[in-house]
Structure formats: structure tokens, C-alpha cells
């Protein structure tokens, strides 16, 4: 089973905003609303930023946000700062069992 | 606010068994819709899925690991754990423990920090 299709890295400077994309196919973040999107810093516990595609869970910033068009899910950032500096990984549902959800590959995500 | 620990020997040697212990607070692993699961992070790579565990005992594996994988509850500590047989280098990994919420969505809502686990001779 392959993972979702992350870009390796994406960059920006501060107070830009960027998309990272998250392609799979129809049996997983085409075919389901169940794609979630996390943030990883070295050393500290992943967060959850996104759910259900354009969800954020209380407490993270407005400035992310999540959407998706046919087998492509993507997380876009807003007015960037140098804490966004992560990696970034999707996640879906898929249709497959038992391993129901799969991972993105990842990306690193850097604030120039 | 619930918070996942990970717990268990940094090395481990090659052929052996590596354990891996979550302990969860702030909330129970008995509560009904959570699966309580294990993800790593090999080094410069993706996630991986390692398996989960639902409060009534029920486990899924991911199908390349499971003929080495257990993953059980301690319900009378709040804990979860994992146990991986026959390692090898190629089982060097962050290790996570994460709380996969299956309450009308699915999604890894809580995660402990990770833990490093390198094998070798």
C-alpha cells in the first residue's frame, strides 16, 4: 500500500503563506472526508492541525487551513512565521484493511 | 487535557525484543471510541503505522509487521503497550504512541513525544 504523495519541501518567508499538497487516490482522500493534516517539531509530541479536511481542533491558529480537490488534499498557511517551521504530514482514510488510515511521505516545511 | 508519555530502553540489540510502554493521562483507555495506537518515524523518513488497540482488547497490525507485533492494554495503569520481536537496524525508529480518535472521525488526536529506539549489535 503506498503512502500519499507529499512535496519533499516547501519554503517561505515570513508573513507569506504557502500550500502543501497530499495526492492520493479514489479509495482513500477521494474517496473519503477523513484526511487530517499534523505538524512535527524535533523532540516535541506531533499535533494534530486539521481533521475532517478543513477542521482545526481548538486551539490552532486560523492562519491554517485545509481543503481538498479530488484525490488532492492541501494545507495552506497563512501569514507564516518562523514556529510554523516543521515538518508536515497528511493523513487519510482508506479503504484497505486492516491499515485504514495510511500516511503522506511528509514535508519539510521551511520559513526563509 | 489528555498526554501520552512514551517509556522503554533507548537500545536495544539485534534479534532481541524491543518494548515500548505509553502511559496515558488525563484520560482513560478504556473510554469507548478511542484506539490507542503505535507509529514510528524512521530516521529522515515518512510515518508508519505500527498497529492499534481498542479498549475492548481488539488489535489491528499493520500486515508488514504483524507476525512480530503485540500491542496490549494495562487498564488497571492507564497504559498501552508494544512489543516488537526479532528486531533489526532496519527497526531503528522514532517511536510514538497517539490516540486515535473514532468518535464520528478518525484522526491521531493526542501524541506522546516520541521516543528513539536504535537497534544494534
Known amino acids: 500500500q503506498s503512502a500519499l504523495t507529499q512535496p519533499a519541501s516547501v519554503s517561505g518567508s515570513p508573513g507569506q503563506s504557502i500550500t502543501i499538497s497530499c495526492t492520493g487516490t479514489s479509495s482513500d482522500v477521494g474517496g473519503y472526508n477523513y484526511v487530517s493534516w499534523y505538524q512535527l517539531h524535533p523532540g516535541k509530541a506531533p499535533k494534530l492541525m486539521i481533521y475532517e479536511v478543513t477542521n482545526r481542533p481548538s486551539g490552532v491558529s486560523n492562519r491554517f487551513s485545509g481543503s481538498k480537490s479530488g484525490n488532492t488534499a492541501s494545507l495552506s498557511i497563512s501569514g507564516l512565521q518562523a514556529e510554523d517551521e516543521a515538518d508536515y504530514y497528511c493523513s487519510s482514510y482508506t479503504n484497505s484493511s486492516p491499515l485504514d488510515v495510511i500516511f503522506g511521505g511528509g514535508t519539510k516545511l521551511t520559513v526563509l | 487535557q489528555v498526554q501520552l508519555q512514551e517509556s522503554g530502553p533507548g537500545l536495544v540489540k539485534t534479534s532481541q525484543t524491543l518494548s515500548l510502554t505509553c502511559t496515558v493521562s488525563?484520560?482513560?483507555?478504556?473510554?469507548?471510541?478511542?484506539?490507542w495506537s503505535w507509529i514510528r518515524q524512521h530516521p529522515g523518513k515518512g510515518l508508519e503505522w505500527i498497529g492499534s488497540?481498542?479498549?475492548?482488547?481488539?488489535?489491528y497490525y499493520n500486515p508488514s509487521l504483524k507476525s512480530r507485533v503485540t500491542i496490549s492494554l494495562d487498564t488497571s495503569n492507564n497504559q498501552f503497550s508494544l512489543k516488537l520481536t526479532s528486531v533489526a537496524a532496519a527497526d531503528t525508529a522514532v517511536y510514538y504512541c497517539?490516540?486515535?480518535?473514532?468518535?464520528?472521525?478518525?484522526?491521531?488526536?493526542?501524541w506522546g513525544q516520541g521516543t528513539l529506539v536504535t537497534v544494534s549489535s
Open positions: 497517539a490516540r486515535d480518535d473514532r468518535r464520528g472521525t478518525i484522526s491521531f488526536d493526542y
Open positions: 488497540i481498542y479498549y475492548n482488547g481488539r488489535t
Open positions: 488525563g484520560g482513560s483507555i478504556s473510554s469507548v471510541g478511542y484506539y
